[in-house]
């Protein structure tokens, strides 16, 4: 049976080759999805939103995402937002270190000590974000994770598991749905009903609230299309 | 990336989650940074994703090698779709191909082996670029 991917946060950091900003928002990002939180976050390679292809750039349709950046140019966000959709949540790193009295690394290749203070900061930042966003809360960890349980779990991009994206014609346009034939299949499975369907449609897809009643006879008519495929075939 | 105008642009790919990625990314600061820092330069592969002028005209006017952690060639593909013409294209894969041996650890710490596999690509690189330099 289907399984839908659990809704977790996606961490798109800009990873700047030039400037140590970059790196620290690189490291930073690894340590909240290897460590902090890593059943919770789910990283992209952010140039695939460029190199890949629908399945990929629908990643930030899914996954509301957290854009970390390392200058004011913003890659992070602006790219999301470019190929995918606008980021729930960005932090401009520069503006966080200044804010909280840190000091960036002085390489753009090597973690020094104020690096590494400004990584672990920074690291609990998104991790708190991510709470925020999934509507989690915690009491302060007063211990870190110990080294065998930070070494259980590498960060893996998600790249070629993609996101199923479905277009269908709404309201005399083509819009883009994602994760349509794996909601479709569970509710098969489950013999949900129809109105259950739809609502399990709308958490993983923004549906503008004036065009909802186009949205759900369109899909109403896909899934009776799908059911009608999967009897038959 | 100051002085750029003579120089090779070496451009990898931003792999976050993936180890090949920071193999190349590691290969790109040794030869950028210790083997021909005269030679080269780099610039952030995010900014020609986002069709930055600055970033599109050095890749388009420079003689650039791009690196890649994966079959998605994120920067190859970026470089292209700018109009930049690759030089050489390095896949990560291929120096592991030669090198079986060779196992890397993880994406955040490339451990022995895979500090070891940057270092045969940046021989590599490094001779692309002496070539590209003549
Ligand atoms: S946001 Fe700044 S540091 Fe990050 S990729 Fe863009 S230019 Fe580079
Ligand atoms: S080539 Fe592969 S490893 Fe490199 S940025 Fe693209 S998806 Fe990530």
Known sequence: ?233 | MTDSKKRVVIMPCSGIGKAYGSVGREAMYQVVEEMRPDATTTTCLSLLTLGDADAQALVREQPTITIDGCPSACAKVSVEAVGGKPATEFRVFDVYRAHRELKVRSVSELGEAGREMARLLAEEIAAKVDELSK
């Open chain 1, 1 to 233: 049976m289907p399984v839908l991917p659990k809704k977790k946060v996606g961490l798109i950091s800009c990873s700047g080759e030039e400037l140590p900003e970059g790196m620290l928002s690189r490291v930073a990002t690894l340590q909240a999805l290897e460590r902090l939180r890593p059943n919770e976050t789910v990283t992209l390679c952010l140039p695939l939103f460029l190199a890949g292809n629908d399945k990929e750039r629908a990643f930030a349709k899914f996954y509301p995402t957290i854009a970390i950046d390392g200058c004011d140019k913003r890659c992070a966000a602006r790219a999301t937002e470019k190929y995918s959709a606008p980021p729930t949540a960005s932090i401009v790193i520069p503006e966080f270190l200044a804010a909280r009295g840190l000091d960036a690394p002085k390489t753009r290749r090597q973690m020094d000590a104020a690096g590494e203070r400004a990584a672990d900061a920074l690291a609990q930042e998104i991790a708190q974000r991510v709470d925020e966003i999934l509507g989690v809360k915690r009491e302060p960890v007063a211990e870190p994770q110990t080294a065998a349980e930070s070494e259980a779990v590498t960060a893996t991009c998600s790249c070629g598991s993609g996101i199923p994206v479905t277009r269908l014609v709404i309201a005399g346009k083509e819009r883009e749905i994602v994760a349509l034939p794996l909601i479709f299949e569970q509710f098969r499975n489950d013999g949900k009903t129809p109105a259950e369907l739809f609502d399990a449609v709308k958490i993983y897809n923004a549906i503008p609230a004036e065009l909802e009643a186009a949205y759900r006879e369109a899909i109403l008519c896909a899934y009776a299309a799908h059911t009608l495929e999967k009897r038959e075939g």
